[in-house]
């Protein structure tokens, strides 16, 4: 039977899902990362391989680092630049000679995935994540007080958001922005993290690089970091994989451009190279109604190899959704699966030796005992990601059973 390879982000020694638990739940990859070593470092091959051997020791394999962290002076073209670009290049290194052969990354500005609601409710009881675009208008025209932010958002979207921000309490603006700059970036290896003393000055300065970084140049600064590591990457047989835009379009004045069907082909013309790829994200790149996940997911598959699957659900704005689990929602998850299984068997055809597609339940509804424990990380339940392994595996069973029989 061919499937995606199920995988599982694992966060190391404090999260509170193990080892021994994902070899319960049928687990066959790991997907995790040195997150104690700080961004700009070089990962040193010792420590790799003791991470590397704890998870083969319990019959699974490390199959995507997710993520080498991309530090700010990469991003802005910083004095540090080539320094951490070369400690990063040391790193593939390190990885390829590991016999680790994936590596997930994001080139988003100072933040990485934005929601702005924690515990959105489900029907049934469970809550989740969404993202309300008059909040996140809210939080930083009224709250961050962006310099020139409102100029930045059309009359009716400063209209609405001036109503979200008035039925709000100085304690829940509060909440509103720790929640987006410090509490959902803090276990990822975020800018700004909780030690800060004014932690809101701090995001403003990290935001202040970026003033004169337009698409464009933020497109060049990319390039330049793509073509530094392609030639190791080819010589280690490691395969980048840049992750898109969360949500997919430009926020707090800074370009964003990883969220669309162009950017994605900018990128495959930028550095042509197999190694020069893309982590799929259906949660992400759903962000844009208008990104057509089928034709994306079916013109780049030979460049695709990381899965992360989600569905969402649009509501009021065109900008807002929430994250409805892993099947059901606005997305057709079967037909974006099959698009994949395809092109698994295509791989194999062809003796391409980056076959199991890892696939793993991005984010998850929080249900049953996930309710009673701040345990896990925002966004990454026990039970809820369970049963969107669950649901995904079955769909892949599925699927597989209708192709053999083409």
Same mark, same amino acid.
């Given at each position: 039977m061919d499937k995606l390879e199920k995988a599982w982000r694992w966060f190391g020694d404090n999260d509170a899902v193990t080892l021994d638990h994902l070899v319960q739940m049928g687990i066959e990859g790991v997907v995790t990362a040195l997150h104690?070593?700080?961004?700009?470092?070089?990962w040193p091959k010792d420590a790799i391989i003791r991470r590397k051997?704890?998870?083969?020791?319990?019959?699974?394999?490390?199959?995507?680092? *997710?993520?080498?962290?991309?530090?700010?002076?990469?991003?802005?073209?910083?004095?540090?630049?080539?320094?951490?670009?070369?400690?990063?290049?040391?790193?593939?290194q390190?990885?390829? *000679?590991?016999?680790?052969?994936?590596?997930? &990354?994001?080139?988003?500005?100072?933040?990485?995935?934005? /929601?702005?609601?924690?515990?959105?409710?489900?029907?049934?009881?469970?809550?989740?994540?969404? =993202?309300?675009?008059?909040?996140?208008?809210?939080?930083?025209?009224?709250i961050?007080? /962006?310099?020139?932010? *409102?100029?930045? &958002?059309?009359?009716?979207?400063?209209?609405?958001?001036?109503?979200?921000?008035a039925a709000m309490t100085p304690e829940q603006a509060e909440t509103l922005c720790y929640n987006i700059i410090v509490a959902t970036q803090g276990f990822i290896n975020g800018a700004?993290?909780?030690?800060?003393?004014?932690?809101?000055?701090?995001f403003l300065y990290y935001i202040s690089r970026y003033k004169d970084i337009?698409?464009?140049?933020?497109?060049?600064?990319?390039?330049? =970091?793509?073509d530094a590591l392609i030639p190791v990457c080819e010589k280690y047989g490691v395969n980048l994989a840049i992750h898109p835009d969360d949500p997919p379009y430009?926020?707090?004045?800074?370009?964003?451009?990883?969220?669309?069907?162009?950017?994605?082909?900018?990128? *495959?013309?930028a550095n042509p190279s197999f190694h020069n790829g893309i982590t799929f994200c259906t949660g992400s790149l759903s962000g844009r109604p208008e990104n057509d996940m089928v034709a994306m997911a079916s013109r780049f598959a030979d460049r695709i190899h990381f899965l992360h699957l989600r569905n969402t659900r649009y509501i009021g704005h065109t900008r807002s959704f929430y994250e409805s689990g892993h099947l059901y929602g606005d997305l057709d998850m079967p037909a974006i699966v099959e698009v994949f299984m395809r092109e698994q068997r295509r /791989?194999?055809?062809?003796?391409?030796?980056?076959?199991?597609m890892p696939v793993r339940p991005d984010h998850g509804i929080r249900i049953l005992n996930d309710l009673d424990a701040d345990k896990y990380n925002i966004g990454y339940p026990l039970n809820g990601r369970l049963r969107g392994i669950a649901e995904l595996d079955g769909l892949m069973v599925g699927i597989d059973r209708m192709l053999s029989r083409e």
């Open positions: 104690h070593l700080p961004t700009g470092v070089m051997h704890r998870i083969e020791d319990k019959g699974m394999r490390w199959t995507a680092v *997710e993520s080498v962290p991309v530090s700010e002076d990469i991003k802005t073209a910083g004095s540090r630049r080539d320094e951490h670009i070369e400690n990063y290049r040391k790193t593939i390190n990885l390829g *000679e590991c016999g680790i052969d994936t590596v997930c &990354y994001n080139f988003m500005p100072v933040l990485d995935w934005c /929601r702005t609601i924690l515990d959105y409710p489900h029907v049934g009881g469970g809550i989740g994540l969404c =993202f309300d675009y008059p909040t996140f208008v809210a939080f930083d025209v009224f961050l007080k /962006r310099p020139g932010a *409102e100029n930045y &958002y059309s009359a009716e979207d400063l209209a609405e958001a001036e109503k979200v921000f700004v993290d909780s030690s800060a003393s004014d932690y809101k000055e701090v337009d698409k464009e140049q933020y497109r060049a600064n990319l390039k330049y =970091f793509i430009p926020i707090l004045g800074m370009p964003r451009i990883m969220g669309c069907y162009d950017d994605m082909e900018w990128l *495959e013309k /791989r194999i055809a062809v003796g391409r030796t980056d076959w199991r």
